[in-house]
């Protein structure tokens, strides 16, 4: 099923651009992680971020879930464009700070929120 993932451990200050460089079979993977900045353009599978630290994920395209576990200060960023349905299927909190920044918040009705012992804030980006 993960064929596809790639993993970042013990990573700190990094920011990385995913352009067009994952597939819709990709996952990314982030153990013990500090201080990062990502953004994805593309289609991908799944994101997990597991003891993360100040963690921002800014999407421009469909993810079909993110888990988080036990990470703090996440960042959650939806970039809207009207040419792209944009989708974010899941989102499974496991003792994690959570923020989630999207253009309108009603587009957070269709994306399934699992909170287990979890801050979750939302925000509106205007």
């Known amino acids: 099923m993960l064929d596809n993932l790639i993993t970042f451990q013990k990573y700190d200050n990094v920011s990385f651009n995913f352009n067009n460089n994952l597939r819709i079979k990709d996952s990314l993977s982030f153990l013990n992680c500090s201080n990062f900045n990502i953004k994805i353009g593309c289609k991908i599978n799944k994101i997990t971020i597991k003891n993360c630290y100040n963690f921002k994920i800014t999407y421009l395209d469909t993810i079909s879930g993110i888990d988080i576990e036990k990470s703090k200060d996440i960042s959650i ?50």
Not at 83 to 105: A, G, P, Q, R
């Open 77 to 126: 960023n939806r970039i809207y464009d009207e040419e792209k349905y944009i989708n974010l299927n899941f989102i499974n909190c496991f003792e994690s700070n959570v923020n989630f920044e999207f253009d309108n918040l009603v587009q957070l009705l269709d994306i399934k929120i699992i909170n287990e012992n979890s801050s979750i804030t939302f925000s509106n980006k205007t």
